[in-house]
């Protein structure tokens, strides 16, 4: 039997307690859900300083067949991260997603059954209402910002670009490789890139995230940073 591939890729830096035991559940419970798909495990630790143990990587390799581990020496930024682990798989669809697998698996494999039934050639992920009501003030107010500038300025069909669960095809992977940005705004990048493509179907859908998500800080610096590539954007 002919089994569709699909390479889940996640970006790992300084990742929580038990990070592998939850990868090998929630990859597990995906499999689940997608029995007569072929999961590829693409996993690229990008220069973390704590969290990555040995043992950790060969208990993933004793449960997950097919899984392979890539590493930045130094820390390169979700972006730079992910498109070095997109280069190093081959497969029919792919998604990325973070290594605590935020959202519901329900909401994977959404993203996952579009992509398989040739529904668009990239799957985004939309948080929904409740998801702010998690997230710290200063990340929610942050988010905002970034959405109203989204669709006020860069016109996209989507406010919501932050969202860290998205798919797609051979077509959607040419695009994602084409972007430069190596931190906060690679998916804005990425989404703005594939608006312009008028041969490319996009399909936002909306995700759950699951309860108990931790979330990382957002320093100042990186703002400055992202602002200057938000700027970028706009005249590009």
Known sequence: MNYT?????????????????????????????LPKTQLQIVLVNDGSTEGI???????????ITDFLFLE????????????????????????????DFPYEADSFVEVAQLLLQQKADIVAGEKNQ????????FRRMISKVLQWSTKTILRLPTADTQCGLKGFNEKGKAIFLS????????????????????????????VQLREGVQFSQVGLGLLLKEGVNFLKLIFS
């Open 72 to 99: 930045h020496a130094i820390n390169q930024g979700k972006g730079a991260t992910l498109r070095k682990g997109m280069s190093a798989v081959e497969a029919d669809f792919y998604i990325y997603t973070d290594i």
């Open 130 to 137: 409740n998801y702010y009501e998690q997230v710290p003030g």
């Open 53 to 63: 143990q040995p043992y950790s990587i060969q208990k993933i390799q004793s449960k």
């Open 179 to 206: 972007t430069t940005i190596d931190r906060y705004l690679f998916d804005l990048e990425f989404l703005r890139a594939a608006s312009k493509d008028k041969n490319v179907k996009v399909l936002f859908v909306p």
């Open 5 to 33: 591939r699909l390479a889940i890729v996640l970006p790992c830096y300084n990742p929580p307690d038990r990070w592998a035991d939850n990868l090998i559940e929630k990859v597990e419970q995906i499999q689940t859900q």
